[in-house]
């Protein structure tokens, strides 16, 4: 297993396979991540990233937007979810969850029950975004996943997922309205005061 931490150093672990998520649940909640860092698991292997005020600045803004639609509870940053495939237990930087949402015998939201994942493109793990987290989405069926790239100033929203991958990719520069009528969202986000890195 490989720790990574942003994109210029990694920890090496005795190379020992898991015998079970659990095991590897049980590590990761004992680590110490540290302030101003997300950690997240993704095929077994785990990340953590900085998160610069970039960052932060728009989640916030997805949160509020989404809370014109979704009561408070049902909205998520940064909570541990396991998702469909090796060893994933992803922390989403933005999550909308159905009103009957239940949660699974961990204590944590279920993937089944998730409307909409945001997630805000880091230099060091922006390639799991688009790659293993996207398939693990769209085989979880999530029905919007939008991911906002502040260094490029773009928006991709993947909607419609089939057989482990999104059916409609749409890309989008900043200031165009993202428009989600269409999809259990219900809601046209703004990406005007998306700030870019």
Not at 118 to 128: P, Q
Not at 166 to 185: C, E, I, Q, S
Request: glycine residues 6%; hydrophobic residues 35%; charged residues 25%.
């Amino acid at each position: 297993m490989t720790i990574s931490l942003d994109r210029t150093e990694t920890i090496e672990t005795d190379g020992t396979e898991m015998a079970s998520s659990n095991e590897l649940d049980d590590m990761f909640e004992q680590m110490h991540i540290p302030e101003g860092y997300k950690a997240e698991i993704v095929e077994g292997t785990i990340y953590m990233a900085p998160q610069r005020g970039t960052h932060w600045e728009t989640i916030a803004d997805i949160y509020e937007q989404l809370r014109t639609r979704y009561p408070r509870k049902c909205v998520l940053s940064d909570v541990r979810i396991d998702f469909p495939g090796y060893l994933n237990g992803f922390a989403p930087d933005v999550v909308a969850l159905a009103e009957n949402a239940i949660k699974n015998d961990k204590g944590h939201p279920r993937y089944q029950d998730i409307e909409f994942v945001a997630e805000v493109i880091s230099e060091s793990t922006g390639k799991n975004d688009y790659g293993p987290k996207k398939t693990a989405y769209a085989l979880a069926e999530v029905p919007v996943y939008l991911i906002v790239d502040p260094y490029l100033g773009r928006c991709r929203v993947f909607t419609d997922p089939q057989d482990g991958d999104y059916k409609f990719d749409v890309n989008l520069a900043y200031g165009t309205p993202v428009d989600l009528t269409h999809t259990v969202v219900g809601i046209t986000f703004s990406t005007e005061e998306f700030p870019k890195a």
